[in-house]
Each structure stands twice: as structure tokens, then as C-alpha cells.
């Protein structure tokens, strides 16, 4: 996938998450493993991963479940990677860790890559935010 083709702003904040949660399991998911996860119905997991699927982010595999496609796992790094940048950005203003990660996640879904990007390299690549490591191996800027 070209990362350089994506604006940041495909997803909504319910497929944001879904996709993290998935780029942390291992191989495939059952969808009822996912509604038992965020504590919704399976019928509405149901129709979000069809959508998800249909945009190439996730493919289906006849009973185990659902994995991402190489596409929703480069997405998803990104998604991780917006979260801890921007996380990173409110800890040197003095916010908190648990703070920082509750107020980037309710916004986190409208800053664009072109953005991150940008913040990104300002901060000279940072490695580590709050919330985890943060990689750079799609950054357009060679460290
Ligand atoms: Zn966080
Ligand atoms: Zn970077």
C-alpha cells in the first residue's frame, strides 16, 4: 500500500478502534471474541466489519473469523502511531498520561497524516510516547 495515498481521515472513530484492536491479536478474530471485547451487539459488529471488509481493510475467513488485510494493518499502525504522537504533544503540556490518552482518542479521528507527519518530524521522530513506542517506518524522513 502506498501510505503516501492516505489522507487519515477513511475511518470513522468505532472502525479506528476496531482496527487497533485487531492489529493486536494474533491472526483471526471471531466477530462475537470482538462484540464481547467493546460490549456491543454482534449484529452491529456484524455490519461494521462487512463495511470494513468491502473497503479492504479486513477479510473474512469461513469460520475463524476475521483478520486484517495487509492494507488494515499499514492503516493500523498508522492509527496507533496518530494516537501516540498526539499523546506525546499533550504530555509536554503537562497532561497526564491516563488524561492525554482519554482526551486524544475522542478527537484522534480528524487530524489528518499530512498532519502527523508534520508534527511527527518537528519532534525530531520521537520513539516513545505515553501509551507505547511509536515507529517511524513509513515517515517520509529518514531519521
Ligand atoms: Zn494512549
Ligand atoms: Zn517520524
Do not use: W
Not at 477513511?10 to 479506528?16: D, G, M, Y
Not at 470482538?34 to 477479510?59: A, C, M, Q, R, W
Not at 475463524?64 to 499502525?77: N, P, S
Not at 501516540?84 to 479521528?109: N, Q
Request: with cysteine.
Amino acid at each position: 500500500m502506498n501510505n503516501g495515498s492516505i489522507t487519515g481521515l477513511e475511518l470513522s472513530p468505532r472502525k479506528i478502534e476496531y482496527l487497533k484492536y485487531l492489529l493486536n491479536q494474533d491472526g483471526s478474530v471471531k466477530t462475537n471474541q470482538i462484540s464481547n471485547h467493546f460490549g456491543v451487539d454482534p449484529s452491529t459488529i456484524t455490519k461494521t466489519i462487512i463495511e470494513l471488509s468491502n473497503e479492504g481493510y479486513l477479510k473474512h475467513i469461513p469460520y475463524r473469523g476475521v483478520q486484517l488485510t495487509d492494507k488494515g494493518q499499514e492503516y493500523a499502525k498508522f492509527l496507533v502511531k496518530r494516537h501516540r504522537i498526539l499523546s506525546l504533544m499533550f504530555s509536554h503540556y503537562g497532561i497526564d498520561k491516563d488524561e492525554a490518552c482519554t482526551e486524544v482518542a475522542r478527537f484522534e479521528s480528524k487530524v489528518s497524516k499530512k498532519v502527523i507527519d508534520q508534527i511527527c518530524d518537528s519532534m525530531g521522530h520521537p520513539t516513545i510516547s505515553a501509551c507505547g513506542k511509536i515507529s517511524h517506518a513509513e515517515c517520509n524522513y529518514l531519521k
